[in-house]
Structure formats: structure tokens, C-alpha cells
């Protein structure tokens, strides 16, 4: 049987990308998309060795199915791309409660990463990569209250405590199952010209960074790098070499709370009383 990757938010940008370059290289690639109708679109592109399944990252209860339908058809997975996400959306809570930004991106992200583990963790090099932003090296202090909080909403402060949360997860995540044989990394695209951005208003900042996108072949090749070099590097970002934008996949290191262990532990119990599964590991 082929090997079998994982991918969430698959039927554009980044995601697209992955499943067609993973495809080429012989992998299954599972298609998991909130849209039927793009995510049957995008099966049909990618062909007879891809799946769409339906998930909403918002919603447990459409997590749970997803991974439900994926356990009944596969015994085992080689590689989950946690990629989908969304940014700078007006305020809104998800059906857990969470404000949209953090319940898609981090909360989502990191209960469907712990399910994951069981079709991964006795698969010999299974690898969890997480996509991250550049916008993570923003944040200077960890914050848990209010972030539920409309008054002190702020679209662009979420999505980049969104992405270093995610980073900072997936680092203790690495080092919590050290003795299982799935590996953790984390990716950053660079800003890349993907439908990510289709929400965002024109302002002229916006149009400044605009002209220095760079293109989604480049922001994809560190997610393959990380996904199959024999030497992964632990607790470092894959991304473009070049200032984080242009160039063929290096590594950086993260923002620089991401190697607190306090806050790190802080965090992952957060996390897991937030989302319902202190006892998951």
C-alpha cells in the first residue's frame, strides 16, 4: 500500500500544492477540505490516489467524524500536514466558544494533531508537520485571558498568537512523545500569493507587502523538506532561506517563547483543558 498523507485545507494555496507534489511522489493523499464541493474538485484534479473527506476545524464534532471516516478506511498514516487555517476575519466564536482565528487555526489544529497520533505513532518515520507564520516572531509575551473577548479583538495580534501557540505546541508535542516514532516539525511558508489572504482589506499596507510575495512553489518546498529529510532538525522552523521569503527551505529558530519549557508547559495544559483532552497523553 502507498504511503498516506494527511492534509487539511487541501483545495488551495499551500495545501493544493502539497497534495500534488506528495501525489507525484506516490503517496494517497487524504483531501481534507470544509467545502464538498471544492474538496471533490480537488480530488478529481489530483486523481485515483487522493480522497476527500469533509471537515470543519471549527467544529469538534465534524473533527471527530473526519477522523472517524479516516480510521475506517486507513490503519495507519505516514504524514499529517496541519495546514488549514484562516486569517484576519472579523470576530466571531466558533461552536466550542473560541474566537474563530484561535478555534481554527490553534485549537482545531491541536485536537485533530492529538488524534492523530494514534494512526501515526508505531508507523516508523510518521511525521506531524504544522504549519506556522512568519507573523509568530510579533508576539512578546503570552497572554490566556481575553481572548474570547470582542472588545479587544485585534485580527492581526490573534493570528500571530495563533501561529506562535501553534509553533509552541508542537514543540512540546515533539518532545512529549520523543519515545513514539512520529516526529513534530513546524513550516512557514514565507508570504506567499495564496487564497489565505483573499479576506484581507486593500489597505496600503497590505499593498506594500503584496509586492513582495513570493510564489507558492516556494513557500511549499520547506513543507516537502521537512516532511522527508533523513535529518530533521529539531525545535527550528523550516521556511525559505532568504529572509524567510525567497530561496530554497532552511531553518530558523522560533520567537524566542517557544523555547521557554515553562511556558510551553503552561500552555500545553491550557490547551488541553480548552479543548477536552488533559488525559490524551
Known sequence: MSKVVVITGANSGIGLAAAKLYESNGYFVVLGCRDEKKGLSTEKEIGKRSKFLKIDMTDYESINNFYDNLKAEFDKVDIFYSNA??????????????????????FGSSYLTLKMLDLMKYV?????????????????????????????????????????????????????????????AVVHPGVTRSRLYRRSKPTLGYRIIDKFKTNVSTGVAPVIEASTTSSLKKERVYAPRIIHQYGKPSTYKANKLAYNLQERETLWNYTLDKIGMKDIL
Not at 487555517?85 to 490553534?106: A, R
Open 85 to 106: 487555517g484562516i486569517m484576519y476575519v472579523p470576530f466571531s466564536t466558533t461552536k466550542e466558544g473560541h474566537e474563530s482565528t484561535l478555534g481554527t487555526n490553534y
Open 124 to 184: 516508523d518515520n510518521s511525521r506531524i508537520i504544522q504549519i506556522s507564520s512568519i507573523a509568530m516572531y510579533f508576539i512578546k509575551e503570552m497572554r490566556y485571558e481575553g481572548l474570547e473577548d470582542e472588545t479587544i479583538y485585534s485580527p492581526w495580534t490573534w493570528y500571530n498568537y495563533s501561529n506562535l501557540y501553534r509553533t509552541m505546541f508542537s514543540f512540546e508535542l515533539d518532545r512529549k512523545i520523543n519515545k513514539l516514532k512520529t516526529d513534530v
